[in-house]
T-cell receptor, first 114, second 113 residues
Framework: AQSVTQLDSHVSVSEGTPVLLRCNYSSSYSPSLFWYVQHPNKGLQLLLKYTSAATLVKGINGFEAEFKKSETSFHLTKPSAHMSDAAEYFCVVAPTEGRRALTFGSGTRLQVQP | DGGITQSPKYLFRKEGQNVTLSCEQN?????MYWYRQDPGQGLRLIYY???????QKGDIAEGYSVSREKKESFPLTVTSAQKNPTAFYLCASSMGGGNQPQHFGDGTRLSIL
């Protein structure tokens, strides 16, 4: 079985300061992992994906994530937050067997203060 | 531009009524998915389809039905048996199953009158 846990339901940062959104996963095999972003009343947009190549993955809009197998973590970071980054972020693990659909975390709402 | 189109954007259901949410994709993707999103929660899988004329139940299929008669289309019917249908419904597609990233539509918000 596989699962993903987003450790913070809400994160608030000031514009221009770093962003850290935390995600831990559980998987029987080496997983494929994704981060998605959702703006209000919109669908989800893929930020980045990890598929067992480089452990540091760069995505769109200046976001990146580091896969740490020893810590079973896949935290999302950005050096400097913009107001437009305010949204809901989802950490997602891909299936490895049996179930053939993604498993989503419960989401982290990022607020960016001016 | 290729993408996924969901319609309508907002939908209202009366008691005892079935309603159908539309999802169309022109990405030539084989797999399509329906998710339900409730406030403060992640996405929960309702149904998915890996290929035309075939689909599987997800985690919360009760009270819902789907069809996959064409590769481009995967409509979702919310039946009267679904007692708590108020939610945001998202459709997605991918090249295949497994570890392929999914592309999402902009959702349909369903409310009860």
């Amino acid at each position: 079985a596989q699962s993903v846990t987003q450790l913070d339901s809400h994160v608030s940062v000031s514009e221009g300061t770093p962003v850290l959104l935390r995600c831990n996963y559980s998987s029987s095999y080496s997983p494929s992992l994704f981060w998605y972003v959702q703006h209000p009343n919109k669908g989800l947009q893929l930020l980045l994906k990890y598929t067992s190549a480089a452990t540091l993955v760069k995505g769109i809009n200046g976001f990146e994530a580091e896969f740490k197998k020893s810590e079973t973590s896949f935290h999302l970071t950005k050096p400097s937050a913009h107001m437009s980054d305010a949204a809901e972020y989802f950490c997602v693990v891909a299936p490895t067997e049996g179930r053939r659909a993604l498993t989503f975390g419960s989401g982290t709402r990022l607020q960016v203060q001016p | 531009d290729g993408g996924i189109t969901q319609s309508p954007k907002y939908l209202f259901r009366k008691e005892g009524q079935n309603v159908t949410l539309s999802c169309e994709q022109n990405l030539n993707h084989d797999a399509m998915y329906w998710y339900r999103q409730d406030p403060g929660q992640g996405l929960r899988l309702i149904y998915y389809s890996q290929i035309v004329n075939d689909f599987q139940k997800g985690d919360i299929a009760e009270g819902y039905s789907v069809s996959r008669e064409k590769k481009e289309s995967f409509p979702l019917t919310v039946t009267s048996a679904q007692k708590n249908p108020t939610a945001f419904y998202l459709c997605a597609s991918s090249m295949g199953g497994g570890n392929q990233p999914q592309h999402f539509g902009d959702g349909t918000r369903l409310s009860i009158l």
